[in-house]
């Protein structure tokens, strides 16, 4: 983040499960920074707490001046892009989140790993890849195997069933992308326009399997990680 | 007259206790111990009879004899119950009529008066509607602020079996008052929280708990005797059909002034497939949440009642 000597700024500074994140305002620009969760403390040198606004699951646990749920910080930052948004996702690391804006509704599945971030990093992980690698790969498949497990464990099996029976690793990777699209879809409610927020949509082939799947406009942030600290900021002003 | 041994009669779910104690039993809410308990059973839909059951069985909770609610509020208890009755309980299984058919819930009544040893002390019906008196007391001192939503939700729950011994449930009725500020009033609707701090959670992120659904039914309904008893029961409304009770519950969330609702579920319970129905029949702002295993409100469950408070502060 680039220095301002002299000039104090808010921040808004998410804390994630495995990412942590600030975001400040700086002559009308947004300024950001990504790292690792046990990294978060290189975020905030010399930031006095009071100019700090923290969301994330270690909210409370970092210095702030406040704080707010990530469930509020997202619907605050999606409305900086796109203010008319009605349902939000949020897919991270540990948990997705699908927040229905207009009936103030919010569905978590934080129990199951096969929708959230978790499940494709088991994929990345069985090819040796990283997790922007298997977005990529997706679209180099030319059919797509039919992957119906709910369960991460099982889909894991059934994915290594199917390199077994011939299909490609890009195949295999694109119908793990469709699996894990259609977990997210049950989450859903019916709407026209959906704002995807959260690290793991940065994956390109997942985003094209659940926009095969809902058939919706499906709407993306510049940076989709940065929504829910950029929220935190927006919130407190 | 004393009886030299006073039976304990577990029940599942709401039975009416004034009976019970009438027919000389001490009635013993067998859900009251599952918050606490460190109970994980191998084969189970919903924890909360899973738990009795399997501690039944294993007579880890010592009872005389069992009377299962199988028809109306809970459908899982039917099985548990039974699985708990071919483990040599003597047991009894009780219905509710769906429609509210007063004759119907009556003959119930009279069947399980007979099983109990039939009425010996019908002075209790008063004594205990005496006490629902006084409860529903304690339910308008919490609505005003006078006592906190953890000690009232402790004391109404409490009410199901009256902790078996009405000298005893009336000493702990006595409570001190104190001013409590109600800031984002909310109602929770459901079964109650599988967690035994899950007040303690809500009030701790400034969301104060004004109703109770189903502990108010437990100061709600009472009579002199086991007519005025059908008469009244019958309106339980975990029992009777969805529109009745939200007739009910509109009428009481309006009273209450609350601004948003929970509604509380519990994993591989029926009432979880009526959270769709609620949500579109009462226009507050609703949070669903969905426990599984007893023990402390989880972080998850906290995120989401926190979140929840931020929701009702910018409405």
């Given at each position: 983040?680039?220095?301002?000597a ?5 921040i808004g500074?998410?804390?994630g499960?495995?990412t942590?994140?600030i ?6 620009e947004?300024?950001y920074?990504i790292t690792g969760t046990h ?16 969301t ?12 707010v ?10 409305k ?5 948004a009605e349902?939000?996702v949020d ?18 599945n934080?129990?199951?790993s ?10 990345a ?14 679209f ?5 195997p ?13 994915m ?7 299909y490609s ?9 469709y ?8 989450m859903?409610p ?5 704002v995807?927020?959260g690290?793991t949509v940065?994956?390109?082939g997942?985003?094209s399997?659940l ?5 919706k ?14 929220g935190?900021?927006?919130?407190y002003? | 007259?004393h ?6 009669i577990g029940m599942t ?5 004034e ?6 039993g ?7 111990i599952?918050p606490a ?7 189970k839909?919903c924890?909360w009879?899973a738990?009795?059951r399997?501690m039944?069985?294993?007579r880890e909770?010592?009872i ?6 199988a ?10 119950g039974q699985?708990a ?9 009780f219905?509710?009529?769906f429609d509210?058919d007063?004759?119907?819930l ?10 109990l ?9 008063r004594?205990v ?5 006084l ?7 919490r609505?005003n ?8 939700f402790r004391?109404l729950?409490s009410?199901s ?5 009405l000298?005893?449930?009336r ?6 008052e104190?001013?409590?500020a109600l800031?984002n009033?909310v109602a929770?609707?459901?079964v109650?929280?599988i ?8 009030q701790s ?6 109703f109770d659904e189903?502990p108010?039914?437990f ?5 002199d ?7 009244d029961?019958?309106?339980y409304t975990?029992?009777?059909s969805?529109?009745?009770r939200i007739e009910f ?15 509380y ?6 009432h979880?497939?009526?959270?769709e129905?609620?949500?579109a029949?009462?226009d507050?702002p609703?949070l669903?949440i969905?426990?599984?295993?007893p023990?402390k409100?989880?972080?998850q469950?906290?995120l989401?009642?926190?979140a929840?408070?931020?929701?009702l502060e910018?409405?």
């Amino acid at each position: 983040m680039p220095s301002k000597a002299g000039r104090r700024f808010m921040i808004g500074l998410d804390v994630g499960s495995t990412t942590a994140k600030i975001v400040r305002i700086v002559d009308g620009e947004i300024e950001y920074q990504i790292t690792g969760t046990h990294n978060w403390k290189e975020l905030v040198k010399g930031v006095k707490k009071e100019d700090i606004i923290s969301t994330g699951y270690f909210r409370h646990s970092v210095p702030h001046r406040a704080s707010v749920t990530e469930i509020t910080a997202a619907q605050f930052g999606v409305k900086h892009y796109f203010p008319e948004a009605e349902v939000i996702v949020d897919i991270g690391g540990q948990d997705t989140k699908v927040i229905d804006v207009k009936s103030n509704n919010f569905i978590i599945n934080d129990r199951c790993s096969a929708g959230t971030g978790a499940f494709l990093e088991f994929v990345a992980n069985y090819f040796k890849l990283e997790l922007n690698e298997i977005g990529t790969l997706h679209f180099q498949a030319k059919r797509i195997p039919d992957i119906n497990n709910t369960c991460g464990v099982f889909a894991i099996s059934e994915m290594i069933s199917q390199l077994v029976a011939g299909y490609s690793k890009e195949e295999v990777i694109a119908g793990m992308h469709y699996a894990f699209a259609r977990r997210i879809s049950f989450m859903i409610p019916e709407t026209e326009t959906i704002v995807l927020i959260g690290g793991t949509v940065k994956n390109e082939g997942m985003v094209s399997a659940l926009r095969d799947i809902l058939k919706k406009d499906i709407l993306m942030p510049p940076e989709p990680q940065i929504v829910n600290a950029l929220g935190a900021l927006k919130y407190y002003s | 007259m004393h009886r030299a041994h006073v039976s304990k009669i577990g029940m599942t779910a709401l039975v009416p206790p004034e009976l019970i104690f009438a027919c000389a039993g001490e009635p013993f809410d067998v859900n009251n111990i599952i918050p606490a308990s460190k109970n994980y059973p191998k084969n189970k839909l919903c924890a909360w009879t899973a738990i009795w059951r399997e501690m039944l069985v294993k007579r880890e909770i010592k009872i005389d004899s069992l009377i299962v609610v199988a028809g109306g509020d809970c459908h899982n208890a039917l099985v548990d119950g039974q699985k708990a009755a071919m483990s040599g309980i003597p047991t009894h299984f009780f219905f509710y009529p769906f429609d509210g058919d007063v004759q119907y819930l009556e003959s119930q009544l009279h069947k399980l008066s007979s099983f109990l040893g039939n009425i010996e002390y019908p002075e209790k019906f008063r004594d205990v509607k005496a006490l629902k008196k006084l409860g529903r007391k304690i339910d308008n001192k919490r609505l005003n602020g006078k006592i906190s939503s953890s000690e009232a939700f402790r004391i109404l729950v409490s009410f199901s079996d009256l902790m078996g011994d009405l000298d005893r449930f009336r000493n702990a009725l006595d409570i001190k008052e104190g001013n409590i500020a109600l800031n984002n009033r909310v109602a929770l609707i459901g079964v109650p929280p599988i967690y035994h701090d899950f007040h303690e959670a809500a009030q701790s992120l400034d969301l104060q708990i004004v109703f109770d659904e189903l502990p108010y039914e437990f100061v709600r309904h009472s009579g002199d005797d086991i007519n005025e008893v059908a008469l009244d029961y019958c309106n339980y409304t975990f029992a009777r059909s969805l529109d009745f009770r939200i007739e009910f519950l509109q009428k009481e969330l309006e009273k209450r002034k609350v601004e948003g609702v929970i509604h509380y579920t519990q994993f591989a319970c029926h009432h979880v497939l009526e959270d769709e129905i609620l949500r579109a029949k009462l226009d507050y702002p609703m949070l669903t949440i969905q426990g599984d295993l007893p023990g402390k409100t989880p972080q998850q469950i906290k995120l989401r009642l926190e979140a929840f408070r931020e929701v009702l502060e910018r409405s």
